[in-house]
Nanobody
Framework: DVQLQASGGGLVQAGGSLRLSCAAS????????IGWFRQAPGKEREGVSC????????SYADSVKGRFTISTVNAENTVYLQMNSLKPEDTAVYYC???????????????????WGKGTQVTVSS
């Protein structure tokens, strides 16, 4: 049973940092595609960052490049998103998602994820 649980959100001032965690179970994060998505009030969900399953390369939305870093600690079966230089427009509910090899995200891990966890709220004040 694949399960994902995101945590680490909170309230931070613009320019500050947060680290989100996603605890995974039912699969190994070093094998699946794994990533982070977010949804702001009144907006559609968007991909933030992910690790592709076919080559373990990382992908980032243009809006977060140079500020956010995705990583895994395989011994913990946990995925992290380090968020630096936060901006008010980063305010959103952040979701962890995963997809098995040869799944819908095979060619682009920012699209086609199958499994989704519950989100964690990130609020950035100006």
């Amino acid at each position: 049973d694949v399960q994902l649980q995101a945590s680490g959100g909170g309230l931070v001032q613009a320019g500050g940092s947060l680290r989100l965690s996603c605890a995974a179970s039912g699969f190994s994060v070093d094998n699946y595609a794994i990533g982070w998505f977010r949804q702001a009030p009144g907006k559609e969900r968007e991909g933030v960052s992910c690790i592709n399953s076919f080559d373990r390369s990382t992908s980032y939305a243009d809006s977060v490049k140079g500020r956010f870093t995705i990583s895994t600690v395989n011994a913990e079966n946990t995925v992290y998103l380090q968020m630096n230089s936060l901006k008010p427009e980063d305010t959103a509910v952040y979701y962890c998602a995963a997809d098995p090899p040869l799944g819908g995200s095979w060619f682009n891990c920012l699209d086609g994820m199958e499994y989704w966890g519950k989100g964690t709220q990130v609020t950035v004040s100006s």
